[in-house]
């Protein structure tokens, strides 16, 4: 599903340092989810957010990890002060609705800390 | 409480034979929509199949095919025909009615053999 736009594909950090993540939606699209899969995991819901808005952010870590979509340009999550712990890969989806059949999902991006 | 559970971590299936993923899940809603999703070696989560509660029918798609028995609460993944390409991880997820929501399974990973 090339629709969806995930930059970068692979991310290198140190501990401490910040990692953004980058989302484009599907085209029309107006609904973005943040979806972390730990190694041999499945995936787990982080945000949910519409343009300029968060509607659901529990499945996000208190601290450190934060996410917007502004009205223009992508989704960005953004995790400062990186710990090991962090290492997954991040899945950005998109609907155009709420309710939709089907999420489509970009590649991923996966971050490595080390 | 929602949950998935895919209680196969591995499978192994001959090529061109049919190989038969289980999935089982839990929730109290009335209406709830299953899914499937490949993840190859490559990492992207690409969706396959997808399945409404309240369809009379099980779900087709090609070579994929959905046995749902919903007294059971089971939603089963078989892959006809398998391909060496059908290798990979693979993911059960469910979403009820009116949330956004998915609820992902732990994965069954595909080791298809010529």
């Known amino acids: 599903n090339a629709g969806v736009m995930q930059n970068p594909r692979h991310l290198v950090r140190r501990r401490g340092q910040e990692a953004r993540l980058r989302c484009s939606p599907m085209?029309?699209?107006?609904?973005v989810y943040w979806y972390r899969q730990l190694p041999e995991e499945g995936l787990k819901f982080m945000v949910y957010?519409?343009?300029?808005?968060?509607?659901?952010e529990s499945g996000m870590p208190k601290e450190r990890f934060s996410a917007e979509f502004p009205k223009e340009g992508p989704s960005i999550l953004r995790i400062q002060q990186v710990v090991r712990g962090d290492s997954a890969a991040y899945f950005c989806?998109?609907?155009?609705?709420?309710?939709?059949?089907?999420?489509?999902f970009g590649e991923g991006s996966r971050l490595t800390v080390l | 409480a929602q949950k998935i559970t895919q209680t196969q971590p591995g499978m192994f299936v001959q090529e061109k034979e049919a190989v038969t993923l289980d999935c089982t899940y839990d929730?109290?809603?009335?209406?709830?929509?299953l899914f499937w999703y490949k993840q190859p070696s490559s990492g992207e989560m690409i969706f396959l199949i997808y399945?409404?509660?309240?369809?009379?029918q099980n779900a087709t798609e090609g070579r994929y095919s959905l046995n749902f028995q919903k007294a059971r609460k089971s939603a089963n993944l078989v892959i006809s025909a398998s391909q060496l390409g059908d290798s990979a991880m693979y993911f059960c997820?469910?979403?009820?009615?009116?949330?956004?929501?998915?609820?992902f399974g732990t994965g069954t990973r595909l080791k298809v053999l010529a």
């Open positions: 989806a998109s609907s155009q609705s709420r309710n939709t059949g089907e999420l489509f």
């Open positions: 085209k029309g699209h107006s609904h």
């Open positions: 957010l519409q343009k300029e808005n968060i509607i659901d």
């Open positions: 929730t109290s809603d009335p209406s709830y929509g």
């Open positions: 399945q409404g509660s309240y369809d009379q």
């Open positions: 997820a469910m979403r009820g009615a009116g949330t956004y929501k998915y609820i």
